[in-house]
T-cell receptor
Framework: DAEITQSPRHKITETGRQVTLACHQTWNHNNMFWYRQDLGHGLRLIHYSYGVQDTNKGEVSDGYSVSRSNTEDLPLTLESAASSQTSVYFC??????????FGSGTRLTVV | ELKVEQNPLFLSMQEGKNYTIYCNYSTTSDRLYWYRQDPGKSLESLFVLLSNGAVKQEGRLMASLDTKARLSTLHITAAVHDLSATYFCAVSSSGSARQLTFGSGTQLTVLP
């Protein structure tokens, strides 16, 4: 069965370190998204991609970057982790602008 | 900029009672989504509403969309404990690859 997987599920890192969160989907979806979830804010869009080699900034992109070298993967990199980036991160994918499939999330703690 | 407002943010209700969650959005959109999230879990898709006047029902939940008023409602009928969760509405931007803008969520607790 097709799926979208995120790894790791939990991560603790130190301030200033570079961290990469993985997102892998086997739906063959062109569109992929990264959101962060914080209490009281719902989910906020960080970056998104329409296809290979395409990336775009979302509402809260500062301090984050993504790259899309193939259809299946959209890794999210925190260049220099900050305590304000402690959050739960969700990856999502969609095909034809109709349904979205979400990963299980990564809980990141920056200490 | 698309903004989505959801209310109430917190809702405690007795089993067997009815209640409605409201979702207002600021700019024209023709797609609205409702999701459910249990603690520590991912988002589960409940409804996709695609046109003005759309109404969808699944069990004790019914969602509707009024695009002219930029309003969607999620109505809960005869609540049961299993409905306790956080509910999000999300509105899709227009364009070739739509992004979702989420409301802040409604944390629903159904009390016995």
């Amino acid at each position: 069965d097709a799926e979208i997987t995120q790894s790791p599920r939990h991560k603790i890192t130190e301030t200033g370190r570079q961290v990469t969160l993985a997102c892998h989907q086997t739906w063959n979806h062109n569109n992929m998204f990264w959101y962060r979830q914080d209490l009281g804010h719902g989910l906020r869009l960080i970056h998104y991609s329409y296809g290979v080699q395409d990336t775009n900034k979302g509402e809260v992109s500062d301090g984050y970057s993504v790259s899309r070298s193939n259809t299946e993967d959209l890794p999210l990199t925190l260049e220099s982790a900050a305590s304000s980036q402690t959050s739960v991160y969700f990856c999502a994918s969609s095909a034809s602008n109709y349904g979205y499939t979400f990963g299980s999330g990564t809980r990141l703690t920056v200490v | 900029e698309l903004k989505v407002e959801q209310n109430p943010l917190f809702l405690s209700m007795q089993e067997g009672k009815n209640y409605t969650i409201y979702c207002n959005y600021s700019t024209t959109s023709d797609r609205l989504y409702w999701y459910r999230q249990d603690p520590g879990k991912s988002l589960e898709s409940l409804f996709v509403l695609l046109s003005n006047g759309a109404v969808k029902q699944e069990g004790r939940l019914m969602a509707s969309l009024d695009t002219k008023a930029r309003l969607s409602t999620l109505h809960i009928t005869a609540a049961v404990h299993d409905l306790s969760a956080t509910y999000f509405c999300a509105v899709s931007s227009s364009g070739s690859a739509r992004q979702l803008t989420f409301g802040s969520g409604t944390q629903l607790t159904v009390l016995p």
